[in-house]
């Protein structure tokens, strides 16, 4: 009798790495020590997100385990919760993506209206999309290619922040495009 083995094992091992690249990104961030607690319960539930994934059994279709599905809401709500923890919303996408097949999120437009900060929005932008596409640095480098994915849109989330002060000044109101 032959043995069933599934086609998906592989998949699973890469969103549990990247859980927990994404759990170290968290601990290792800067932030305000008010931050610091909201920063660690995300890595630790994308700990128990890899956890979960390492202890899935694939089976001959793609099924999430609900514990890790719950763990990645868990993440991703406490990030848009506080947005200074700087996680763009759904990052937990980059995690599942290998097992949804969904695509990578992209950032809204800003429509900054200093043009310096469309200048950077257009760079970061730019950057997000080029290693979106950059799937030899994804396969050869994974780690270092989400640290640099997740240090992008650090700096688009605070590019964002700093386009809403601006363009909410007095002077900026009108000039809106």
Request: hydrophobic share 40%; charged share 20%.
């Amino acid at each position: 009798m032959a043995t069933y083995v599934s086609p998906f094992p592989a998949q699973y091992a890469t969103a549990a790495a990247r859980a927990r690249v994404i759990a170290t990104i968290a601990r290792d961030r800067w932030t305000t020590p008010e931050t610091m607690p909201v920063l660690r319960q995300i890595a630790e539930h994308l700990d128990a997100t890899a956890e979960h994934l390492d202890a899935h059994t694939p089976g001959p279709f793609v099924d999430l385990p609900m514990e890790a599905c719950e763990a990645l809401w868990a993440a991703d709500t406490l990030a848009e919760q506080h947005p200074h923890t700087r996680f763009a919303v759904d990052f937990t996408n980059y995690v599942m993506a290998p097992l949804s097949g969904r695509t990578l999120p992209l950032p809204d437009p800003l429509r900054p209206v200093s043009p310096g900060l469309a200048r950077q929005e257009a760079t970061l932008t730019h950057t997000i999309v080029a290693l979106h596409a950059d799937k030899q640095h994804q396969a050869e480098q994974p780690a270092e290619w989400l640290r640099e994915v997740m240090n992008t849109w650090c700096n688009w989330v605070r590019l964002s922040s700093a386009v809403r002060l601006d363009n909410a000044r007095p002077a900026n109101r009108h000039a809106r495009p």
